[in-house]
């Protein structure tokens, strides 16, 4: 079945008066290389003939999106690809800005005030990726972070990122548990042992003043002297 209409009126009823925002965590368009299906099919399991089916389909519904709302180029708006989709159709059919979705996270809990006085921010994330580098929550809270001066290590499952690419990123170190154990299903199983394994090699290389503070890339940072956060 293909769409042919699309019906705005109940969502200009119920946003009329309001302002819509979409904070995502994700830059993606919707189409290309860098869309919602090259990318995120993939993840789901979509196989290649999969990613076309979806990315032909995708477009066939930004061009009546587009047009029925009036709306031209929501498409290419960074965070149209964003869960599927959905960005383009909240830009498109609701009229929805963009904006960071840990900028408006860390907005809401008190982040910037939360780091007065503090020497470290710890982080973390399951698969600290290329997709965490286009504006996910780790990346987010490093650049928060380093605006207050204060460096950044990050915890996470796994990373398929290079100690250069990582240490572009910001980050003092980066500990994962698969440098512990590589086995994906033990990885999983026993994460809460290694994890806190991984806490306390984050807390021997702020003590040693990151000389060598494990798996990922050490830079200088402030040693244990002076606040404590």
């Known amino acids: 079945m293909t769409a042919t209409h699309v019906d705005l ?83 498109a059919g609701g009229g929805a800005t963009v904006a960071s979705g840990v900028g408006a996270v860390l907005a809401l809990v008190g982040f910037a005030a939360a780091l007065d006085g503090a020497d470290l921010v710890v982080t973390g994330e399951g698969s600290l990726d290329e997709q965490s580098l286009r504006g996910k929550a780790p990346v987010g809270v490093q650049a928060a972070a380093a605006e207050a001066g204060v460096p950044t290590v990050a915890v996470c499952g796994r990373t398929t990122l290079d100690r250069t690419t990582l240490t572009a990123a910001g980050f003092a170190a980066v500990h994962a548990v698969t440098d512990l154990q590589p086995e994906p299903a033990r990885a999983m199983a026993e994460a809460a042992t290694y994890v806190e394994v991984l806490g306390a090699r984050v807390a021997e290389g702020w003590a040693d003043g990151w000389a060598d503070s494990g798996p990922g890339p050490v830079t200088p940072a402030r040693g244990p002297a002076g606040r404590r956060g």
């Open 9 to 91: 009126a109940p969502v200009r009823a119920l946003l009329a008066g309001r302002r819509l925002v979409l904070a995502t965590d994700v830059d993606n368009p919707l189409l290309g290389e860098h869309g919602a299906a090259a990318v995120y099919g993939p993840q789901k399991g979509a196989g290649p003939a999969d990613v076309a089916l979806l990315e032909a389909d995708l477009a066939r519904w930004a061009d009546l999106l587009e047009d029925t709302a009036g709306r031209s180029g929501c498409r290419d708006v960074p965070g149209a690809g964003a869960a599927g989709g959905v960005g383009f159709g909240a830009v």
